[in-house]
T-cell receptor, first 115, second 114 residues
Framework: DAGVTQSPTHLIKTRGQQVTLRCSPK?????VSWYQQALGQGPQFIFQ???????QRGNFPDRFSGHQFPNYSSELNVNALLLGDSALYLC??????????????FGPGTRLTVT | AQSVTQLGSHVSVSEGALVLLRCNYS??????LFWYVQYPNQGLQLLLK??????LVKGINGFEAEFKKSETSFHLTKPSAHMSDAAEYFC????????????FGQGTELSVKP
């Protein structure tokens, strides 16, 4: 059983560009959450998708957007990249239950470097 | 708003010694609490979680944590450290009604000396 997978592993972009990161959830999971982890920091919640809709959103600007597909996979898009967007982007999947008792399984992350 | 504070950004222990990583949380509603471990260049792996019921929870790799409501704490312990325990550890809290939004602490890097 494949766990959560993310692509690409690493990415280098220039300021002002746009980037798309991809995530496939663990088999049987229907909810995908995205987190940003800056160097030396804990992960910060960006948003969560369930039933192809954004269910919750953290304190991130509209430059950060996402999408969930019918097969539950998800994309994270970041427009107008800033140097401060350089981070490890983590995808986590879970089974939606309306509360947070169900554990989230994390992927290995995508390391984004903005130059 | 919920928050998590991990005391000590870096903890160093000798192999075989007790591991104690501290976590305090703030929540206006009953929380769900988690400890995750992150090895270099990897994602996060769940060690253990507290949702309801028994306040002492046991996790993988010999780790355990105790939920103390009066102290708003959820410290992680392991009786005997192993070299393979060297990693970054994150405490996280979630509101029961938040549907999965995790609020993480800043992390504690654990070093294990031979």
């Amino acid at each position: 059983d494949a766990g959560v997978t993310q692509s690409p592993t690493h990415l280098i972009k220039t300021r002002g560009q746009q980037v798309t990161l991809r995530c496939s959830p663990k088999s049987g999971h229907d909810t995908v959450s995205w987190y940003q982890q800056a160097l030396g920091q804990g992960p910060q919640f960006i948003f969560q998708y369930y039933e192809e809709e954004e269910r919750q959103r953290g304190n991130f600007p509209d430059r950060f957007s996402g999408h969930q597909f019918p097969n539950y996979s998800s994309e994270l898009n970041v427009n107008a990249l800033l140097l401060g967007d350089s981070a490890l982007y983590l995808c986590a999947s879970s089974f939606y239950s309306g509360n947070s008792a169900y554990e989230q399984y994390f992927g290995p992350g995508t390391r984004l470097t903005v130059t | 708003a919920q928050s998590v504070t991990q005391l000590g950004s870096h903890v160093s222990v000798s192999e075989g010694a007790l591991v104690l990583l501290r976590c305090n949380y703030s929540s206006s509603v009953p929380p769900y609490l988690f400890w995750y471990v992150q090895y270099p260049n990897q994602g996060l792996q769940l060690l253990l979680k507290y949702t309801t019921g028994a306040t002492l929870v046991k996790g993988i790799n010999g780790f355990e944590a105790e939920f103390k409501k009066s102290e708003t704490s959820f410290h992680l312990t392991k009786p005997s450290a192993h070299m393979s325990d060297a990693a970054e550890y994150f405490c996280a809290v979630s509101d029961q009604n938040q549907g999965g939004k995790l609020i993480f602490g800043q992390g504690t890097e654990l070093s294990v000396k031979p």
